[in-house]
């Protein structure tokens, strides 16, 4: 996998349990805090395009605030309808407590 790491922001800015927006370069993605582990997807649902952070996270699962639909946060994976697709997720390394992620 090539692409370049980028530096997002400190780890405490993504608690667990929540989901936050940060703008990383020309993208708005979606970092969510699970079981102490950061996940990042696109911020934008496939379906409604309604905002994935203001939606309700439940363990791994991201529910659209728009109709419902809902994502797997580890890989992107549409779950239910009305999804019909995916969104993009995003490779994250924590290093001395910042949150980087894989931009390819």
């Known amino acids: 996998m090539s692409g370049n790491w980028i530096y997002v922001a400190?780890?405490?800015?993504?608690?667990?349990d929540d989901v936050v927006a940060i703008q990383v370069e020309a993208?708005?993605?979606a970092f969510y805090?699970?079981?102490g582990?950061?996940?990042?997807?696109?911020?934008?649902c496939t379906h409604g395009h309604a905002r994935l952070c203001d939606g309700f996270l439940e363990g791994h699962e991201i529910e659209c605030p728009l109709h419902q639909g809902k994502f797997d946060?580890?890989?992107?994976?549409?779950?239910?309808?009305?999804?019909i697709e995916?969104?993009?997720?995003?490779?994250?390394k924590?290093?001395?407590g910042k949150v980087f992620v894989l931009i390819d």
């Open 37 to 44: 582990t950061v996940y990042a997807t696109d911020n934008i």
């Open 27 to 29: 993208r708005e993605l």
């Open 10 to 16: 400190q780890r405490a800015v993504v608690p667990d």
């Open 33 to 35: 805090g699970v079981d």
């Open 86 to 92: 995916g969104i993009k997720s995003y490779p994250i």
């Open 94 to 96: 924590v290093e001395d």
């Open 73 to 83: 946060v580890r890989t992107g994976n549409a779950l239910c309808a009305p999804l």
